[in-house]
Nanobody, 123 residues
Framework: QVQLVESGGGLVQPGGSLRLSCAASGSIFSINGMGWYRQAPGKQREVVAT???????NYADSVKGRFTISRDNAKNTVYLQMNSLKPEDTAVYYC?????????????????WGQGTQVTVSS
């Protein structure tokens, strides 16, 4: 299977910046879409940003102009650069990836989630 491990969360003051990373590992054949999602206390998980294997990106309206998603296909890693952070960005951030992995002689689809990393924006 494929595992995703996030890093880079923490406590930051309003207006500050953080960079999240998410590395995929396992018997990976290919990764298609990768993305970042977040879930604040008492709220549903929502999409923050997504990126295709070709580099096309989409962002939630609430983060456009402040967040930038990117990926390094050679490292199977996706990043989220977060600038001008606001208290309402406080949440657990999860990465997601889908693609295909080796299972013996077969190629099977996967869809995996990371364990989440806490981002807290507060003075």
């Amino acid at each position: 299977q494929v595992q995703l491990v996030e890093s880079g969360g923490g406590l930051v003051q309003p207006g500050g910046s953080l960079r999240l990373s998410c590395a995929a590992s396992g018997s990976i054949f290919s990764i298609n879409g990768m993305g970042w999602y977040r879930q604040a206390p008492g709220k549903q998980r929502e999409v923050v940003a997504t990126i295709t294997s070709g580099g096309s990106t989409n962002y939630a309206d609430s983060v456009k102009g402040r967040f930038t998603i990117s990926r390094d296909n050679a490292k199977n890693t996706v990043y989220l650069q977060m600038n001008s952070l606001k208290p309402e960005d406080t949440a657990v951030y999860y990465c997601n990836a889908d693609g295909k992995y080796y299972s013996g002689t077969y190629l099977l689809p996967f869809g995996s989630w990371g364990q989440g990393t806490q981002v807290t924006v507060s003075s």
